[in-house]
């Protein structure tokens, strides 16, 4: 007999092992929370909703750098190629433990 997928015998088998609403006690309330959560973050914070980029696809980079130094701005030569691809592309930064250090 073969498998659908990781040892499960059949479609019906695997579909209630991913069933996560009735494999977590009380999902509803995380749902919940989840959405309340969200909607109190859109109300408190300067964000935009469902902004069109366009009809490209995107390329988020988030640089490796280095927990000290480093920042996304050093990192903007990957944008040529991704964009000579008709990719738009957005260079996300992260927060460094010692921010006085500048790329001289």
């Known amino acids: 007999m073969s498998t659908a997928y990781a040892g499960y015998g059949d479609q019906v088998a695997l579909d209630a092992a991913y069933d996560v609403d009735k494999s977590v006690p ?3 309330n995380y749902v919940r929370w989840y959405l309340e959560g969200s909607e109190a ?5 300067p964000c935009r909703i469902g902004v069109p980029y366009g009809p490209t696809p995107i390329l988020v980079f988030i640089h490796g750098g280095y927990w000290r ?3 996304a ?4 030569i990957i944008a040529p190629g991704p964009i000579a691809a008709d990719f738009a592309v957005i ?4 927060a460094l433990c010692h921010s006085n ?3 001289e």
């Open 69 to 71: 130094i480093l920042t």
């Open 73 to 76: 701005d050093v990192f903007d």
């Open 91 to 94: 260079n996300v930064t992260h």
């Open 41 to 45: 973050a859109r109300s408190a914070l």
């Open 26 to 28: 009380d999902f509803d």
């Open 101 to 103: 250090w500048r790329w």
